[in-house]
DNA sequence: TATTGTTATACTCTATAACTATA
DNA sequence: TATAGTTATAGAGTATAACAATA
């Protein structure tokens, strides 16, 4: 490819005469631009409920994990321990969680959802789960599968090393 | 689901006994830590061009769309034009694209990328092939032409109404 | 010494309002 | 009046260093 000497500029095209075909050749460039589309509406969803996704992400695990601990539960979400602290400090002042001092290990925390916590998790889940309904309506169970599976071997093939 | 009462902490249990089955039900979330885990080792090849993310998909669509005028790559690219300002300094800096004026519309550019800046493309696409090849290699065929059909179902969802 | 949680901080990405110059 | 590009700014998300309390 030559560089570009005296061509004339494009007109007012519409959207569709630009090409984006290199870039749509880049399977992690589609990941991204699906993601952010999803997450759009995601977050609208999320929204009636006064979460956003790190912070529902957190009560998710807290309600699963009962007596779970801030770095564990920063661990499995991939998150730095310190991001996580403002999130818990933002739902416990919501009181759906609490944190309690371990007996064990006066340094840790054992992380619980509240009787609103739960409340909140059962409603907002199910939300999501509406919301995921949205596009997984519209696959075939072998290209869910198919994605499923493809998103697994991509999450390994980054995180061997990684971890 | 009944709230926590009495439970004693998670001891210091490894991270394969914490569950998140809840989450990983949930395809966004899938989605977002594959593409997390792909971006660490995205970001690392583009470093050895002193580029990030969407400077490269900046420069790609100037590459392929010479002429191209700023208020069309923000749109092509989904980001507001003034981020798309900063990114486009940046590039103009490094002499890697040019913005000419318009003569039949003289508020717009018109983009072309530098002779640097299409040696630049070609180095920098091709290492970008090469991180997509170390997990498409895992995927079959089948695999491939699900995800990227899934991942287009997914966008059109969410994009339909929004454009 | 090492680990848990914390504070402070900084960098990136993204979004909006308001301006200028042109149309 | 509307559009192209710009400036300034603010909100999120994310990453690291360094600290106090505890192991």
Same mark, same amino acid.
């Given at each position: 490819?030559?560089?570009?000497? *005296?061509?004339?500029?494009?007109?007012?095209?519409?959207?569709?005469?630009? &090409?984006? @075909?290199?870039?749509?050749?880049?399977?992690?460039?589609?990941?991204?631009?699906?993601?952010?589309?999803?997450?759009?509406? =995601?977050? !609208?969803?999320? &929204?009636?409920?006064?979460? +956003?996704?790190?912070?529902?992400?957190?009560? /998710?695990?807290? /309600?699963?994990?009962?007596?779970?601990?801030? @770095?564990?539960?920063?661990d499995a979400l991939a998150i !730095? $321990?310190?991001?996580?602290?403002?999130?818990?400090? *933002?739902?416990?002042?919501?009181?759906?969680? %609490?944190?309690? +001092?371990?007996? %064990?290990? $006066?340094?840790?925390?054992?992380?619980?959802?509240?009787?609103?916590?739960?409340?909140?998790?059962?409603?907002?889940?199910? *939300?999501?789960?509406?919301? !995921?309904?949205?596009? =997984?309506?519209? =696959?075939? %169970?072998? !290209? $869910?599968?198919?994605? @499923? @599976?493809a998103l697994n071997k991509i999450r390994a093939t980054f995180e061997e090393t990684g971890e």
């Amino acid at each position: 490819m030559k560089p570009a000497t *005296a061509l004339p500029a494009q007109k007012n095209t519409r959207a569709s005469d630009i &090409s984006d @075909s290199q870039l749509r050749g880049l399977f992690g460039y589609n990941l991204k631009r699906s993601f952010s589309a999803l997450q759009v509406d =995601l977050l !609208e969803v999320l &929204s009636k409920f006064d979460l +956003r996704m790190v912070p529902f992400s957190t009560l /998710v695990m807290i /309600v699963e994990n009962p007596g779970l601990r801030q @770095s564990q539960l920063a661990d499995a979400l991939a998150i !730095e $321990r310190p991001n996580l602290v403002v999130v818990l400090d *933002a739902l416990e002042r919501r009181e759906l969680i %609490t944190r309690d +001092r371990v007996p %064990t290990d $006066r340094r840790a925390y054992a992380l619980r959802a509240t009787l609103a916590g739960h409340q909140l998790f059962e409603k907002a889940y199910r *939300a999501v789960q509406t919301h !995921e309904a949205r596009y =997984l309506d519209r =696959l075939t %169970t072998a !290209e $869910r599968e198919a994605l @499923s @599976s493809a998103l697994n071997k991509i999450r390994a093939t980054f995180e061997e090393t990684g971890e």
